[in-house]
């Protein structure tokens, strides 16, 4: 097998996750500074425990917070754990029963309906790669990210430790301007004044925008419109382009689930394999019915989409 091709640059980002320190230890020449400690963060989704909009958050004896919070649409969703993991749970992280009867527990103290673990429909878990700030207790170390330049000249080496999803614009910006002297001269930050894909929506009404989807599409009821415009805003036009009636989306996966939108999640998503679809970007696996992951991926590898 012939070698890649070798790829020059000014400075390489190293913005691993949980494998930081593994892509670290493969460039001797870069300086380490601090480690990574993996935090494992579980939650929990049972059947909607109230009609109303709120979220609650509720203090644990132990110092920590809960959250319980409407989840799509029919749903609670309840989080989070803070548990130390091992390297062997970072590709596949899950939720255990002691972090289960710890969810249970903390809201059970204020819920008026108390769950159990037979109410648990689903679970997910994460591993957070947090700087290691030499603390022993996981809710104490340190959640801010932590960007270290591991030479003094180019080629330059920035290591990405911790961070989250909900800084993830200002966690780019702050790598940009570390790398500035190794880079050619950058226009100045903008994405404070940017929407995401699909986020210009009018005036920012998404009940005005799911008023004029549903009489677009004339075949959606409320349910579908809301659910396709939270996710998609004004890009449900490429999932739905110009269909007329529900049959003209392809196949029907149930849960509200098309053909159209699973070819739209593949294309612009980079979905690849029925989790992808069913749980990390729609969801809908808590709705749809027994099966849909085997004739997804039955669907996919007929259109040779799946994941190798």
């Not at 591993?127 to 270290?148: E, F, M, Q």
Request: proline residues 7%.
């Amino acid at each position: 097998m012939p070698l890649p091709p070798k790829v020059w640059a000014r400075a390489v980002v190293n913005a691993a996750g949980p494998w930081v320190e593994d892509v670290l230890a493969t460039m001797p020449a870069a300086r380490h500074q601090g480690g990574v400690s993996l935090v494992k963060g579980s939650h929990i989704i049972v059947p909607r425990r109230w009609a109303g909009p709120q979220a609650y958050i509720f203090q644990n004896p132990d110092g920590r917070i809960q959250f319980a919070i409407p989840y799509q649409q029919h749903f609670t969703l309840i989080g989070t754990t803070d548990v130390l993991a091992g390297d062997d749970e970072r590709a596949q992280p899950a939720i255990s029963e002691a972090e289960v009867e710890y969810l249970c527990a903390g809201v059970n103290a204020f819920l008026a309906e108390p769950i159990s673990r037979a109410d648990i429909l689903s679970s997910y878990a994460g591993v957070r790669p947090l700087y290691d700030d030499g603390s022993t207790d996981a809710k104490a170390i340190t959640r801010d990210y932590v960007l270290n330049l591991g030479a003094d000249a180019r080629p330059q080496v920035l290591s990405v430790f911790g961070g989250k999803l909900t800084t993830y614009r200002r966690l780019a910006e702050h790598a940009l301007e570390k790398l500035a002297p190794w880079l050619p001269p950058m226009r100045p930050a903008w994405t404070d004044q940017q929407p995401l894909p699909g986020g210009d929506l009018p005036g920012g009404d998404a009940d005005a925008y799911m008023a004029y989807a549903r009489q677009r599409w004339g075949f959606l009821d409320e349910q579908q419109a809301r659910r396709m415009v939270r996710a998609y805003g004004t890009r449900i036009g490429k999932v739905l382009g110009t269909a007329q009636t529900r049959a003209d989306l392809g196949e029907d996966f149930g849960g509200g689930l098309s053909g159209a939108e699973v070819d739209y999640l593949v294309a612009h998503e980079w979905a690849r394999t029925a989790q992808d679809i069913l749980w990390r970007r729609t969801k809908l696996g808590l709705v749809t019915p027994q099966g849909t992951a085997e004739k997804l991926t039955a669907y996919l590898c007929a259109k040779g989409k799946a994941a190798a």
